[in-house]
């Protein structure tokens, strides 16, 4: 249960650092929002960030080994990337519309599926 946990906290915390991080390259399509200053886009992903924190945070502890959870270190970190760059894909390619998803693409997909295998067996 706590596996389940860890990747749903971590999933919702990659949405938020995804608009944290991407999400003001899409005020131009918000007139309110398209004349905030450099500043004011800063706050506003610092804020969303806190968010991304408030998930995250939790999520390591709930999986760390350390803590009694299931995972290692190297195993949260390799999940986080995996989760990151599904988020980022589907955030980018069906709610921004911005991107197209690309062979190339396809091929960081494989190899992270693979560092995911990697990073999981045992030697």
């Known amino acids: 249960m706590k596996e389940l946990y860890c990747r749903l906290l ?4 990659t949405v938020f ?7 003001h390259l899409q005020f131009r399509q918000y007139p309110a ?5 450099l500043f004011g886009v800063i706050q506003l992903s610092w804020g969303l960030a806190f968010f991304e924190y408030v998930f995250q945070v939790p999520a390591n502890r ?5 803590k009694g959870g299931p995972f290692s270190i190297f195993e949260l970190r390799t999940i986080q990337e995996a989760v990151s760059q599904i988020v980022f894909t589907c955030v980018t390619v069906f ?3 911005t991107e197209k998803l690309a062979w190339n693409h396809m091929v960081c997909f494989f190899l992270l599926v693979l560092s995911v295998f990697f990073i999981f067996k045992e030697w």
Do not use: P
């Not at 971590?10 to 915390?13: G, M, V, Y």
């Open 10 to 13: 971590l999933t919702t915390s």
């Open 17 to 23: 650092m995804t608009l944290a991080w991407y999400g």
């Open 33 to 37: 929002l398209a004349k905030s200053s």
């Open 62 to 66: 709930i999986g760390s080994k350390k």
């Open 95 to 97: 709610f921004f519309k």
